[in-house]
């Protein structure tokens, strides 16, 4: 996926005035949603606050994309693998997942609870003509209003800034149809992660704002498996998401001791 530097980088965010939709449960945490809403502009600004996840999704999107490969079937080399299959991306910010899911063929609905980010998101995807669901809402929304079920549910570095991670969690799983998956990525609460996840990526390292993560609401891979344990869901993982100086890139790995993916998949 090539990140953006043009126009749409310096574009100021839509305000939740211009829409009819609203984020709206339980789930929201008031303080990341404002953080996140004060930088909606810069989402595809590769050198802006969000640099290090432009570096971070290549890693992301070939899990995803190999995974639902096995998951379904499809023989991920082909021109839209996934045509025929929906995907929900729950907190999808600006939209760095939910255009690449698009291409591969899905028909991809993103929520998020910051407004201002689905006006950026929103923006961007018109602007490369792809047709994706953008609305501001919440995945208890969605269950409240009987969307879905979708055969892939993406929560990507996002249950770390939820207020309640089980409620958040288990409404995602229920989205997922019947011989679907989820995938959820997050940030493990390790010592390794409180050194190099919190304190060098925010105030070494300098790669996102002071203040983007609370070490405190990372999750270890048993909590979310436990927090899962009562729904028909069979759960996988975790597997590692490492990066390395040397090349510059973030590879899959055994070592799930900062950044990790969980699978979920319903029968």
């Known amino acids: 996926m090539a990140a953006s530097n043009d126009t749409v980088s310096a574009r100021k965010p839509q305000s939740r005035a211009e829409f009819e939709d ?3 449960g339980p789930s929201i945490d008031p303080a990341d949603v404002a953080r996140f809403s004060a930088q909606a502009a810069e989402w595809w600004d590769a050198r802006g606050p969000f640099a ?3 570096k971070f999704n290549p890693a992301r ?3 995803v994309r190999d995974r639902a490969a096995e998951r379904f079937g499809r023989d991920a080399k082909t021109r839209a693998a996934f045509d025929g299959l929906t995907l929900l ?3 999808c910010g600006g939209g760095l997942i939910a255009e690449p899911m698009r291409r591969m063929g899905f028909a991809v609905t993103a929520v998020d609870a910051s407004a201002e980010n689905i006006g950026t998101a929103r923006a961007h995807a018109a602007q490369q ?9 919440t995945v208890e929304q969605l269950e409240a209003e009987g969307a879905g079920p979708f055969d892939v549910v993406l929560t990507m570095e996002v249950i770390e800034h939820v207020a309640d991670p089980e409620a958040f969690i288990r409404a995602c799983s229920r ?5 679907g998956m989820m ?5 493990n609460r390790t010592l390794k992660s409180l050194a190099l996840g919190k304190i060098a990526a925010e105030y070494v390292l300098r790669w996102v704002p002071a203040g983007t993560h609370d070490w405190s609401q990372f999750l270890k891979p048993d909590e979310i498996r436990r927090m899962l344990s009562e729904e028909p869901v069979a759960v996988s993982g975790p597997y590692g998401l490492v990066y390395d100086p040397l090349t510059d890139r973030w590879s899959e790995s ?3 001791g900062i950044n990790y993916m969980m699978v979920a998949t319903r029968d």
């Open 61 to 63: 999107l070939a899990f």
């Open 52 to 54: 290090p996840l432009h």
């Open 22 to 24: 609203g984020a709206a």
């Open 129 to 137: 003509e792809l047709d994706i669901a953008y609305r501001a809402a």
């Open 89 to 91: 991306d729950v907190g």
């Open 175 to 179: 989205m997922v149809k019947p011989g």
């Open 183 to 187: 995938i959820v990525a997050t940030l």
């Open 254 to 256: 055994d070592d799930a």
